[in-house]
Every structure is written in C-alpha cells, then in structure tokens.
C-alpha cells in the first residue's frame, strides 16, 4: 500500500483542523453576551402596574406626573442598572409614541402596551394605553 502514511497525515490533519475551529466556536459562542427579550419581563411590569389600584387610578385620571412615576416604578422592577426605558399613556384610539430622544447606537427597543381599564365596580368607562420602551444601554 503505496501512499498510505501520506493518507494517514491527512486524515490527521483534518482531524486536527475540526477540533481547533470546534474549539474556537465554542469559545466565540460563550464570549458572545446573552440577548435578553425584555418584552417578557416588560408585560410582568405592566400587569403589576394594572393590578395596582393607586396606579391604576393615576393612569385613569391621567394626573400629572404618572410617566414619571411609571417609569421608577418599572426600573425598580427590572432591578437592572443598565436598562433604559420610556414610559407613554394615551388613549385608546391614540398612538402612544415615543417622546423622548430616540435612543442611537442600541440594537434593539422592545415595545410593550397594556390598555388598563377602570375597576367593574366603576360607573364610568374611560380606558387609557400605557406603551413602555425599552432598551440597554
């Protein structure tokens, strides 16, 4: 068998080659950070913010200040420094855009709205949208 050890170095090296670039995928792979769909935790926080009657009373009567509060009460729910936010109410028949400067040199702003109604045991029908934003830093 005429060329067999060159047969065998090649298969060795092939072999080689594979365990290096495996090796190197993994490693890339576990550098790379771990993306986070904040639209999960974004509905979380806004059934919180329904379930809460003083909130909920606020948002309603669309008194002044709720964005802001809104917006601590969802970043102290994230607990996570480097998350951004913007918080919006509106009407139904409103687009609750967003009003702040527009966040660059992020890959991705995770919308999330909730329409939040008044209690059953209320006599006036005044529903309004909470649309948070939602971005790292």
């Known amino acids: 068998m005429v060329g067999k050890k060159g047969f065998l ?3 060795e090296a092939l072999i080689g080659v594979l365990i290096v670039i495996g090796f ?6 576990a550098n790379q950070p771990e993306s986070k769909d904040w639209n999960s935790e974004g ?4 059934d919180e913010i329904a379930k809460n009657d003083s909130l ?4 309603l009567n669309d008194t002044t200040g709720i964005k ?30 967003f009003s702040g400067t527009y966040p660059t040199n992020v890959r991705s702003v995770y919308a999330v709205e909730r329409i939040i109604s008044t ?5 006036t029908y005044g ?3 909470v649309k948070m934003f939602i971005w790292s830093s």
């Open 43 to 46: 509905k979380v926080i806004l």
């Open 119 to 123: 209690m059953p045991k209320s006599n």
């Open 68 to 97: 802001i509060k809104l917006r601590d009460f969802a970043k102290e729910r994230f607990g996570n420094p480097i998350i951004n936010l913007s918080v919006e109410t509106c009407n139904l028949s409103e687009n609750c855009a």
């Open 127 to 129: 529903p309004r949208k």
């Open 9 to 11: 170095r090649i298969v």
């Open 24 to 29: 190197l995928l993994i490693v890339i792979k």
């Open 56 to 59: 909920r009373t606020d948002i």
